[in-house]
């Protein structure tokens, strides 16, 4: 079975919009961090068409930093934070899975930019092919639970 050799990273931060499904990403080939964030919030302020936008994040210290919420409030996003270990409440985990499944599992892309090049494929795709498809999985329906108790540990 063929597997690649080495380490190289191809990071994708993205944004969805949850009511049209746009996708709106940055992507680089070092490490997600606080500049990356900042980088996608003005890449989402600059397509505003004026409406406030809020941002939901999971709580990865690169998002929640005191520059990534200074900057936020700097170009008028607020942000809001999801429960930690709670990856079932954000929309683009939902994305990320169906990006996986559709290109990279059980894939072997002999050289890196063929391995790049499927995921920008596939995210290029998301509003035209992948269309119908991610609209029935991207739904705002979540799984709530009515009987809950919580254990104090």
């Known amino acids: 079975m063929k597997a690649p050799s080495g380490r190289q990273r191809f990071n994708v931060l993205g944004a969805l919009n949850a009511l049209t499904h746009e996708l709106i990403s940055v992507t680089n080939d070092t490490y997600i961090n606080s500049d990356s964030v900042c980088k996608l919030l003005l890449k989402i302020a600059e397509t505003s068409t004026?409406?406030?936008i809020t941002v939901?994040?999971?709580n990865?210290?690169?998002?929640?930093?005191?520059?990534?919420?200074?900057?936020?409030?700097k170009i008028g996003i607020e942000l809001l934070f999801l429960p930690p270990y709670s990856p079932n409440?954000?929309?683009i985990e939902r994305l990320w899975k169906f990006v996986k499944r559709n290109c990279l599992y059980s894939k072997y892309y002999d050289k890196f930019p063929d391995f790049k090049m499927a995921i920008?494929?596939?995210?290029?795709k998301t509003d035209?092919?992948?269309?119908?498809?991610?609209?029935?999985?991207l739904t705002l329906k979540f799984q709530t639970f009515d009987k809950?108790?919580?254990v104090e540990g």
């Open 50 to 52: 004026g409406i406030p």
């Open 128 to 137: 035209t092919e992948y269309k119908r498809e991610l609209d029935s999985l």
């Open 120 to 124: 920008v494929n596939c995210l290029d």
């Open 60 to 73: 990865a210290r690169y998002q929640r930093c005191k520059k990534v919420q200074e900057y936020a409030a």
């Open 148 to 150: 809950v108790q919580l």
């Open 89 to 91: 409440l954000n929309l």
């Open 56 to 58: 939901v994040l999971d």
